[in-house]
């Protein structure tokens, strides 16, 4: 009895310490694929950048080796614990439409991807807009693309949200128009106002000459006269000409005492 107990134990001991032998060496596979596709990944970007390739394309490849070769490291590491690859996989198809499901997202992130690859809609550095994101565009990967804020946060966007809706490109044209507007009092001088306006522009540095800068009254307000002034810029300067335009004309209708009205109610008590 006891010598059928020991063979027992003995085989249990010995599937035990192949079976832990297994995980251990598929998860080192595992874990030597990643490695691998991290390597794979920055020499491909490497080799093709070469080329002169739009840096969009080469980011986008350089991710895509690295999901192949992960997801050669995964089968390798399945194969090592005896599993059937042929199994699992009928395995997997017989589950086909639960998994359609469930991959349905990553799938449609990766034709959007690939849409995006060949239809060029952004490049690497421009600065988009779309729903309430926006940011300049550093790099896009097989399911989703990276944009980095003006106060440096970045945001993932799944690829299937920026070919399924309205993305606007403020890079694309190379230059932006800005829209400024300044409220003066209705005692001010409007055309002086304008004059000095106008001065202000003339002097900037950052506004370009064509077209041509447009000085206009925007509108009538309960308190103020609206001036605006629509200028145009390098998509790379519009932030820079935004706030020094801001401060610049604040100092110039001080000095040439041009009065900014305040919201003010006046209220008349009966007697």
């Given at each position: 009895?006891?010598?059928?107990?020991?063979?027992?134990?003995?085989?249990?001991?010995?599937?035990?310490?192949?079976?832990?032998?297994?995980i251990v060496l598929a998860i080192g596979i595992f874990l030597i694929g990643?490695?691998?596709?991290?390597?794979?990944?920055?020499?491909?970007?490497?080799?093709?950048?070469?080329?002169?390739?739009?840096?969009?394309?080469?980011?986008?490849?350089?991710?895509?080796?690295?999901?192949?070769?992960?997801?050669?490291?995964?089968?390798?590491?399945?194969?090592?614990?005896?599993?059937?690859?042929?199994?699992?996989?009928?395995?997997?198809?017989?589950?086909?439409?639960?998994?359609?499901?469930?991959?349905?997202?990553?799938?449609?992130?990766?034709?959007?991807?690939?849409?995006?690859?060949?239809?060029?809609?952004?490049?690497?550095?421009?600065?988009?807009?779309?729903?309430?994101?926006?940011?300049?565009?550093?790099?896009?990967?097989?399911?989703?693309?990276?944009?980095?804020?003006?106060?440096?946060?970045?945001?993932?966007?799944?690829?299937?949200?920026?070919?399924?809706?309205?993305?606007?490109?403020?890079?694309?044209?190379?230059?932006?128009?800005?829209?400024?507007?300044?409220?003066?009092?209705?005692?001010?001088?409007?055309?002086?106002?304008?004059?000095?306006?106008?001065?202000?522009?003339?002097?900037?540095?950052?506004?370009?000459?064509?077209?041509?800068?447009?000085?206009?009254?925007?509108?009538?307000?309960?308190?103020?006269?609206?001036?605006?002034?629509?200028?145009?810029?390098?998509?790379?300067?519009?932030?820079?000409?935004?706030?020094?335009?801001?401060?610049?004309?604040?100092?110039?209708?001080?000095?040439?005492?041009?009065?900014?009205?305040?919201?003010?109610?006046?209220?008349?008590?009966?007697?």
């Amino acid at each position: 009895m006891n010598t059928t107990w020991d063979k027992l134990w003995e085989s249990f001991r010995l599937w035990l310490g192949g079976f832990v032998g297994n995980i251990v060496l598929a998860i080192g596979i595992f874990l030597i694929g990643w490695l691998l596709a991290r390597l794979a990944s920055k020499v491909t970007k490497k080799a093709i950048s070469r080329g002169r390739l739009d840096p969009l394309v080469v980011s986008f490849i350089g991710s895509l080796v690295k999901a192949l070769v992960i997801l050669i490291a995964f089968i390798s590491a399945i194969a090592q614990l005896g599993i059937n690859i042929t199994s699992l996989i009928a395995a997997l198809g017989a589950a086909g439409l639960t998994a359609s499901f469930a991959l349905q997202g990553s799938l449609s992130n990766l034709v959007s991807g690939i849409q995006i690859i060949f239809t060029k809609p952004f490049r690497t550095g421009d600065y988009l807009s779309f729903g309430e994101y926006e940011g300049t565009v550093k790099r896009i990967e097989i399911l989703y693309t990276v944009l980095s804020t003006l106060d440096n946060k970045e945001v993932i966007v799944p690829n299937s949200q920026i070919t399924g809706g309205v993305v606007v490109n403020f890079s694309r044209n190379g230059t932006r128009r800005l829209d400024l507007s300044y409220g003066i009092s209705y005692t001010a001088d409007v055309e002086k106002a304008k004059a000095v306006l106008q001065e202000v522009v003339s002097k900037e540095p950052l506004v370009l000459k064509e077209p041509a800068p447009l000085i206009v009254v925007g509108e009538w307000k309960e308190s103020s006269i609206t001036l605006a002034a629509k200028v145009w810029c390098h998509h790379k300067d519009y932030w820079n000409l935004y706030f020094t335009m801001q401060e610049a004309v604040k100092l110039a209708f001080d000095r040439e005492g041009i009065t900014i009205p305040f919201p003010q109610l006046d209220v008349h008590l009966d007697k």
